[in-house]
């Protein structure tokens, strides 16, 4: 792959990366009006967990096939393909007012989000030789992490100007942006993508023309236009079929789907001679072992449950989805991921990166926590002092990436790691108001600061030792691993975490509000000390990444493929 502006077309895709990421925490504070917004209630937060779960469902399950799409394409194009699901998922969900339709735009949303992170380090990997490649990675990964930072102030900003659809309109207008900047910068098409396949004109235009209805029809289905809505002449084909008030579920909303399904078969001529070649029943094996692992544990109650409601069939559905694709990866002729391509490096960069899933999670989640309990009653405040550990993340990452070009990735990660989990063990300790002290706010820079450093090395050396041509694939299992890590450890670390506290609590014959305080703040210690514990793994592990600069390995290969 080539570009004519390799920095530029770095940047662009870096800054589509972060708004992703910025729209991953944004709905934290979006969430109870988008409820209002499809007419569920504040109590009924079970049946939101769709809008929440919905995205990462699609954030994570579809990872290895976009991995792989961008190993048989242009990567370019996965990129602006990503960026146009997002947009196309950010104005379903703008526009929604039934729990379905929104859930539907995140789960695009989500698909279109995660896409960018793989396919815009295979770029890197695609611009930059090996050894010089770690600035870039950590310019991808510090850029990310602001997106982390500036989603909840961005949330709050345009909830406090205007309401919550108006956050996905701005994220469909800096997507439709950032694609016109990426197809700027890039350069010519690989051989043999600059041609379009014999496809006669005329099925572009009816294409075309299908793809017009949908969207005007489905536009004003779920627009509903006041104008139209309430016009005797006009106002039938948006009158509800009994028994439904969804807007779909009116004339035009079927219509609207009718066209949608006619430019679903037009459109399978594009797209087909590139889907067949990356292992389709592959990926869905995968999707729906990975889907089964974030619906059984983000959808769990953490109060009284470790699995969520459908687990216990969810759990065993996975699983058996990943020993018949194990059976199919060994007699596909060419599986979603390729043989050999978990090679050198990239297994214990999986390790470390699923590691570090777990300990940002947790920081993330129990900080607020931890300060609810002990030093403000105002939410607004305690996300401030998690502000000190996010803003640390990305210095860390840019810093990471710096030193690769003089050290190791296994000394640049382990040395960040360490660092972690020496700041970590120090906060299963914390009690009192420690949070209001300068001790606090060192300690959770420094663990920012390692967790940052270890973000480039471990994309660094996993795509040094993989082969070009699974640096797609590859990309993406990286992500996997950080995302299940997420799901998975906080999960296993709060239910860890409330079997202590609900266990001290049923030993006092008459609790007072200080003694839950005070179990509550040894159940965060709790979960702060599993962190320090991945961390303390994690950093173990990274020593298996290499102690050279990889400048200094060129042209070697790793010859031990898992």
Known sequence: MTSKRPKA????????????????????????????????????????????SGFLLGYIAVLPLIGRLADLVDRQRILLWCL??????????GVAVDLNVLVAGRVLQGVGGGGLVPATLAIV?????????????????????????????????????????????????????????IRAASGKPEAGEARTSAIPRWWHALTALAATAATVLLGLALT?????????????????????????????????????????????????????????????????????????????????????????WLLPLGAAAM????????????????????????????AVSLLVGTAIVAIVVDIPILARLTVTDSQTDAAVILVRFLLAVPVGALG???????????????GGLALAAVGLFAMSRWSGNVLDTFQATAVLVLVGLGVGLAIAPVNDA???????????VTSALIVVARMVGMVVGLALLTAIGLHQYYSEISELATPTEADYRAAGVRQVNTV???????????????????????????????????
Do not use: C
């Open 9 to 52: 077309l770095l940047a662009t895709a870096s800054t589509a990366v972060a708004l992703a990421a910025a729209d991953t925490y944004v709905v934290v504070l979006a969430l109870p009006d988008m409820m209002k917004g499809v007419g569920l209630g504040i109590d009924a937060l079970q049946k939101a967990t769709p809008i929440v």
């Open 84 to 93: 146009a699901l997002f947009v196309v998922g950010s104005v379903i969900t």
């Open 125 to 181: 990997a695609s611009l930059w030789p090996p050894g010089e490649r770690g600035t870039a990675f950590g310019v991808v990964g510090a850029v990310q992490e602001v997106g982390s930072v500036i989603g909840p102030l961005f949330g709050a900003l345009i909830l406090h100007l205007w309401d919550w659809r108006m956050i996905f309109w701005i994220n469909g207008i800096g997507g439709v942006l950032l694609a016109l900047m």
């Open 224 to 312: 509903a236009p006041t104008a139209l809505t309430t016009s005797i002449e006009y106002g039938d084909p948006f009158v509800p079929y009994e028994g439904h008030d969804a807007r779909l579920m009116t004339p035009i909303g079927l219509w609207g789907l009718g066209a949608l399904a006619v430019l679903f078969a037009l459109s399978v001529r594009y797209w087909w001679p590139v889907f067949r070649r990356a292992d389709l029943f592959g990926a869905a094996l995968i999707a729906l072992a990975l889907g089964a692992l974030v619906l059984t544990f983000s959808s769990a109650n953490p109060e009284t449950e470790v699995v969520g409601p459908m687990g216990f």
């Open 323 to 350: 020993a018949v694709y194990w059976w199919w990866h060994r007699r596909a002729p060419a599986p979603l991921i390729a043989r050999g391509a978990v090679v050198g490096r990239v297994l214990p960069a999986l």
């Open 400 to 414: 990471g990436g710096w030193l690769l070009r003089r050290v190791g990735p296994g000394i640049v990660a382990g």
């Open 462 to 472: 996993a795509l040094n030792d993989a082969k070009p041509d699974d640096h797609g």
């Open 528 to 562: 702060f000390l599993g962190a320090a514990i991945a961390a303390t793994v994690a950093a173990a592990l990274s020593w298996l990444l290499g102690r050279r600069p990889l400048a200094k390995l060129e042209g070697e290969r790793p010859t031990t493929a898992l």
